[in-house]
């Protein structure tokens, strides 16, 4: 009973990587990333308290290996932007999702980081997406913490087939490198 | 409640106070724009009066209002102030409280501060200026407190667009780089 998490398993890794055709080290390294998540919680407003909640031992994210906040970007690889985000904030997010190493993830959680929420007026930015890419969009007002743990699944199947927005720009810049070397 | 204040503020400065009323326990005086300071100083330094606790500061946009009593055919017009700023006061000591409310055009968006009298309506005169445009004139540093410097117009006017946005960064920024690499092949 119960809902099987299918991708915590490496031979199950194998699957998705065969599907995403990489190599066995990607694999082996994707597998590894999306156990060890250590999560930036930007956090701006109510949603926090929700955030708390998920992380507290009752829903427990440490779970699915994202144990740990970091509160410095160059520690973290999960950029949680968790709240309100004002256009005033915009470069000051812009500047933590820029100093985080890569490859790096973001989630936006609840309806204000995904969308803006309730907020239309001059002060609300319409959701982070505006500023930084964001893998998953968590909804509700605040969400439930059993959503958040199935964002995090659905991010951790992400990292597993290297669709992450930060790990298809290494590879395209991967590609572009190779093309250039072959010309030369 | 605190009909005595208006009472004696009425007697002092009878030429400087153009009407007084009371709503919800408020006492309200509307006050001439030239002689709040005269007044305001009066209201701080008299012993019956000794209004130390400034409360807070604030602007009503009256752009589309209609008084009450005021057929619906007649708008409030452009010869009528736009602006109602709002002084509430309160004294510790003698525990009354008033309002002093200024009318301001909108053509002529300005009142003298009152920040060197009350050194607490320094931030609130700013948030004013910030939302609403009201210039005030004497303010140590009039700048805007809430919102960046980059943006344009004073959003809770009635008449700036709902959804007006003045972002500072935008995802073409971001991916600006990445296409130039492409480009360049």
């Given at each position: 009973?119960?809902?099987?998490?299918?991708?915590?398993?490496?031979?199950?890794?194998?699957?998705?990587?065969?599907?995403?055709?990489?190599?066995?080290?990607?694999?082996?390294?994707?597998?590894?990333?999306?156990?060890s998540l250590f999560s930036y919680p930007f956090v701006t407003a109510c949603c926090g308290m929700e955030f708390m909640s998920v992380a507290a031992p009752k829903y427990d994210l440490a779970r699915f290996g994202?144990?740990?906040?970091?509160?410095?970007?160059?520690?973290?690889?999960?950029?949680?932007?968790?709240?309100?985000?004002?256009?005033?904030?915009?470069?000051?997010?812009?500047?933590?999702?820029?100093?985080?190493?890569?490859?790096?993830?973001?989630?936006?959680?609840?309806?204000?980081?995904?969308?803006?929420?309730f907020y239309q007026n001059y002060h609300a930015m319409p959701g982070c997406d505006q500023v930084i890419p964001v893998d998953v969009y968590i909804p509700g007002c605040p969400p439930r913490p059993e959503q958040v743990l199935d964002a995090l699944i659905m991010l951790m199947d992400r990292i597993q087939a290297g669709r992450g927005h930060s790990q298809l720009a290494i590879k395209r810049e991967q590609i572009i490198a190779s093309a250039a070397q072959d010309e030369g | 409640?605190?009909?005595?204040?208006?009472?004696?503020?009425?007697?002092?400065?009878?030429?400087?106070?153009?009407?007084?009323?009371?709503?919800?326990?408020?006492?309200?005086?509307?006050v001439?724009?030239?002689?709040?300071?005269?007044?305001?100083?009066?209201?701080?330094?008299?012993?019956?009066?000794?209004?130390?606790?400034?409360?807070?500061?604030?602007?009503?946009?009256?752009?589309?209002?209609?008084?009450?009593?005021?057929?619906?055919?007649?708008h409030w017009s452009e010869d009528k102030p736009r602006f109602e700023v709002c002084y509430q006061l309160r004294s510790s000591k003698h525990r009354h409280r008033v309002r002093l409310k200024i009318a301001v055009p909108e053509h002529d968006a300005r009142l003298p501060s009152l920040a060197g009298l009350w050194p607490a309506f320094d931030w609130q005169e700013r948030e004013t200026f910030?939302?609403?445009?009201?210039?005030?004139?004497?303010?140590?540093d009039l700048r805007r407190i809430y919102l960046y410097e980059e943006f344009v117009g004073y959003p809770l006017r009635k008449d700036y667009p709902k959804e007006k946005r003045q972002p500072l960064v935008r995802r073409d920024d971001l991916t600006r780089s990445t296409s130039s690499v492409g480009k360049e092949k």
């Open positions: 009973m119960g809902v099987e998490i299918t991708t915590t398993r490496l031979s199950d890794a194998a699957l998705w990587a065969k599907a995403a055709k990489q190599s066995k080290l990607d694999q082996v390294t994707n597998w590894g990333r999306k156990f994202a144990e740990f906040p970091r509160f410095s970007p160059r520690q973290s690889d999960l950029l949680m932007v968790v709240g309100t985000i004002t256009e005033k904030q915009g470069p000051a997010l812009k500047r933590v999702y820029d100093q985080m190493a890569e490859p790096k993830w973001v989630i936006a959680f609840g309806v204000c980081a995904s969308t803006g929420g | 409640m605190s009909q005595k204040v208006l009472d004696a503020l009425t007697t002092a400065h009878a030429a400087a106070i153009e009407r007084t009323e009371s709503q919800h326990g408020d006492e309200i005086a509307w001439k724009r030239d002689q709040l300071v005269a007044v305001a100083t009066w209201l701080k330094n008299d012993p019956a009066m000794a209004f130390d606790a400034p409360v807070f500061c604030t602007c009503i946009d009256r752009l589309d209002w209609r008084p009450l009593g005021v057929a619906p055919s007649q910030d939302m609403y445009g009201i210039k005030f004139e004497g303010h140590p």
